[in-house]
């Protein structure tokens, strides 16, 4: 069967002159001969009604985080809303469309509530939708647990719920639509010059992802790459060709970088040997923090001192796993993780230092390095974030001019 998995993200599906550009999408996929298996996230973005945060402000901070079970049901109707208001634009157009929950289109998972792990995906539904000539549009972002509780699979789920069907049911491919023509060098919102990568491999997009571009999941990007399924990444709202992820390696940069991003959120720690003295905590450092489930990374291990970052979220526990063990340090918050990928950099000398000479003539001080073999990492202040990634787009000639 020719089936192609089309997933619409909240700014696609939020108003009705999108939801008919949703539907074109729907119709030229039906022309070309595929059979669309429709994915959709909830209806615009936090303070539009039927959004995700929107839905979660109606509850308690406290309740949210006590009761995991219930915030995913919560969370889980803005994606149900969304089946049925776009199964309704589709009927419109003529064509025949079933809304269903995650759990009915066969997504089972585990019951690890707001971050649940999908452990089999039963398509029969699915199939048998398709094969009454009808196209199902699957709620995504969320499943159903084994023991029938609803599930949701973390920030950016429904990328994940389009991969994992286009798997599940060997679609020709994954058409992810975005409000951005695709991915782009670097954030569009910050970076206004920013243009469109045609093409990119799984495993730089991958990196991309994983190093906190907000355009695509990074695990929606591992399931596509583990199932060999072409991923296309387009604009529900332009008819631009979009990027296409192909399996060869193959990205077509402008040259050594393929683009920049960032993490925000970050937290620079610093131990040093002489506040530590006789304090045998201090040598165990890494293994208790690893112990005590504390993620770090920028590692730099030096005789007298060391030095990594955390994120934000972890310094609470990270302070009093700091008290109980009495290792003295200091902290530089705030801090920023720009990260610069491309696989041209492997072994290509003097990229450092450009880096460094641009970050340097903007007056942005960089607190830290690091570099693997498609991604150098630069640690700034936050305040100095969106100058610095301006200024390392413009010295690898990233932009549109
Ligand atoms: P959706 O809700 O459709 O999943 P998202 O808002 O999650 O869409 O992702 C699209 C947004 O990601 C864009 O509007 C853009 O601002 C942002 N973004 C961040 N980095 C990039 C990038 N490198 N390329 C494209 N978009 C990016
Ligand atoms: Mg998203």
Request: aromatic share 6%.
């Amino acid at each position: 069967m020719n089936l192609i998995v089309q997933k619409f993200g909240g700014t696609s599906v939020s108003n009705q002159e999108r939801r008919k550009c949703v539907v074109n999408k729907v119709l030229e996929a039906k022309k070309q001969g595929y059979l669309p298996i429709v994915v959709v996230s909830a209806m615009g973005r936090k303070g539009e009604p039927y959004a995700t945060d929107t839905l979660l402000s109606l509850v308690d901070k406290e309740f949210k985080s006590s009761n995991k079970l219930a915030a995913d049901l919560l969370m889980c109707c803005g994606e149900f809303i969304s089946t049925v208001v776009v199964s309704n634009e589709f009927n419109r157009n003529g064509i025949a469309a079933v809304p269903l929950t995650g759990g009915q289109a066969g997504i089972i998972t585990n019951d690890n509530y707001n971050e649940a792990s999908v452990k089999k995906v039963e398509p029969e539904k699915i199939f048998q939708i398709v094969k009454e000539g009808k196209v199902p549009v699957i709620a995504g972002f969320q499943g159903i647990s084994e023991n029938g509780y609803f599930t949701t699979l973390g920030r950016g789920g429904s990328d994940v719920t389009a991969s994992i069907i286009g798997c599940a049911v060997k679609a020709c491919k994954i058409e992810v639509y975005k409000d951005v023509d695709g991915i782009m060098t670097a954030d569009p919102r910050i970076v206004e010059d920013a243009t469109l990568i045609e093409k990119i491999s799984y495993n730089e997009l991958f990196e991309f992802a994983e190093q906190g571009a907000k355009v695509i999941h990074p695990r929606a990007v591992e399931i596509a790459m583990a199932g060999n399924i072409p991923l296309v990444v387009k604009n529900t709202l332009s008819s631009c060709d979009g990027t296409l992820i192909n399996n060869f390696g193959e990205t077509t940069g402008k040259g050594l970088i393929t683009g920049i991003t960032y993490m925000s959120g970050r937290i620079q720690i610093n131990t040093k040997l002489k506040d530590n003295t006789n304090n045998n905590n201090y040598a165990d450092l890494l293994n208790i923090l690893g112990l005590n489930g504390i993620s770090i990374d920028l590692i730099n291990v030096f005789p007298k001192e060391n030095i990594f970052t955390i994120d934000e979220s972890s310094f609470g526990k990270f302070k009093e796993i700091m008290d109980t063990f009495k290792i003295a340090y200091s902290t530089i918050e705030d801090c920023s993780k720009i990260a610069i990928i491309g696989n041209g950099i492997c072994g290509v000398p003097g990229v450092m230092a450009r880096i460094l000479k641009s970050l340097t003539k903007e007056n942005v001080e960089v607190l830290q390095t690091a570099d693997s073999h498609a991604t150098i990492w630069c640690l700034v202040n936050s305040t100095d974030k969106d100058k610095a990634i301006k200024a390392l787009h413009n010295e690898f000639n990233l932009g549109s001019q």
